[in-house]
């Protein structure tokens, strides 16, 4: 069995100032994210449901806000509740999405009034809090998972954006080209163990813990995830119309909702156009394919003959290092994410080419395995051997079985606070409207030497 190897702990060795101000940072960082998402739009646009798949804008803010009250002034904080009446409307779990417009929601500048006078409280807070002696709080771990809370709705309200009508509001440069280096279409990873998850990473939830050991047999993996080029390839070879490469879950969904290409795509005198936060553009071939179904990506990988990997076949190629032996926090080391790494943070509105992020490449040799675009796997989310839910069933317990499955590496609209080579995102194997993309993978024999 291959030994355990100590895991990195990044915020082991601040002291208790130093801890506050990186919380502090985080905070403050997600905060100046969801300004930008919130004041693109003007007060009717943010009150409007742009569609039944999304909640209005207005209730994420508002939402950010009550998770935050719960957890940080009530809970760490010990203090009286500051809008005890909107715990039952920004309760996500007792309300659809689709529903949340006929709730007594607050309005713009109310919502504003209310997360500013909230992040007051949990700033103050912070700087009083023991940051050891309780597991919620130990290296501040309360105000990282709302930190993630907040990113992870940012990206939520990110995804509206590319939902909402109308001419462009959120404008960013374009991410960095491909270099003139042509990568190879797979890496080839060896059989053997690795350590999968993690028990150390001081932000990491629930479900990405503890660490344990797993086999992976011998596979082929992408280099990349499957650009706009190659998926073209399989649309115009009459893949959406051929029920061969498809699950009956997957041809039942592609039939009944008529679909025959990836959202926000539409063909325009023999050439294929997308639609981009309010921009028409050409599909850019050297992109990787984004708003693509499960099913869709697992139809794609059956045309290639390929499969879709598996989550613990992602993480190896990920984490994993042949010379040390040990599982790395990121492809590229233990280091945060740098602009070099990986496109992340809504940098950049779109996915970069294919190859673009040499330095973020992993030491099996695969690239942008974080950032660019969420990529399905063909698990199912589950907790590993010895998951213990923390500090609530519902941010991932409730989820457990077959009706999700699971993406990994974040997108170009993830931040890095919310990323890392162990997080777990899973969705219903129909969405579209989110910032998903894929790699395939395929079985391999043991290379002898």
């Known amino acids: 069995m291959t030994a355990q190897i100590e895991e990195p702990n990044p ?38 449901q742009h569609s039944k798949l999304m909640s209005p804008l207005v209730w994420d803010l508002a939402h950010i806000g009550s ?108 991410p960095p080209a491909a270099g003139p280096a042509k990568l190879p279409d797979e890496v080839y990873v060896p059989a053997g163990s690795f350590t999968m998850g993690t028990s150390a990473e001081p ?14 047999g011998a596979y082929y993996l992408d280099t990349t995830p499957v650009t706009n080029g190659a998926y073209l390839e399989f649309l115009e070879s009459g893949g959406y119309d051929d029920e061969r490469w498809w699950s009956p879950a997957g041809w039942e969904y592609r039939s009944a909702n008529g679909i025959v290409a990836p959202r926000f795509w539409r063909r325009e005198a023999g050439t294929w156009w997308r639609t981009r936060f309010g921009v028409h553009e050409r599909v850019p071939a050297a992109e990787p394919v984004l708003h693509v179904s499960y099913y869709e990506a697992e139809a794609y990988a059956a045309w290639a003959g390929k499969r879709l990997p598996t989550e613990q076949e992602w993480e190896k190629a990920a984490r994993y290092d042949p010379v040390s032996g040990r599982s790395r926090r990121f492809p590229w080391g233990d280091d945060e994410p740098r602009p070099e790494h990986a496109n992340l943070g ?104």
């Open 11 to 48: 915020l082991r060795e601040l002291s208790p100032q130093d801890l506050r101000a990186h919380a502090a940072e985080a905070l403050t960082r997600a905060r100046a994210r969801s300004a930008v998402l919130t004041d693109a739009v003007d007060d009717e646009d943010l009150v409007r």
């Open 67 to 174: 998770q935050e009250e719960l957890w940080l002034v009530r809970d760490v904080g010990g203090r009286e509740p500051l809008r005890g009446d909107l715990d039952e409307i920004y309760d996500a779990f007792l309300h659809s999405r689709a529903d949340r417009p006929s709730l007594p929601m607050l309005g713009p500048a109310d919502a504003r009034g209310y997360v500013r006078e909230v992040r007051a409280k949990s700033l103050e807070i912070l700087e009083k809090a023991p940051l050891d002696g309780r597991r919620l709080t130990e290296n501040a771990f309360a105000f990282g998972m709302i930190t993630q809370h907040e990113q992870q709705h940012d990206e939520t309200m990110l995804a509206t954006h590319q939902l909402r009508k109308g001419e462009p509001v959120l404008h960013a440069p374009a």
């Open 203 to 216: 932000w990491a939830l629930d479900n990405e813990r503890p660490a344990h050991q797993v086999f992976v």
């Open 346 to 449: 809504q940098r950049h509105l779109r996915p970069a080419e294919a190859g673009a992020y040499p330095a973020g490449a992993s030491p099996l040799g695969v690239h942008q395995l974080i950032g660019d675009v969420w990529e399905w796997t063909s698990s199912d989310i589950h907790g590993y051997p010895g998951f213990a839910a923390f500090p609530y069933r519902e941010y991932s317990e409730v989820f457990f079985g077959p009706d999700y499955k699971v993406l990994r590496g974040g997108s170009f609209g993830t931040d890095s606070a919310a990323i890392r080579g162990t997080f777990r995102n899973w969705d219903y194997p129909i969405r579209r409207q989110i910032f998903s993309g894929f790699r395939c993978a395929r079985d391999a024999r043991e290379e002898v030497s």
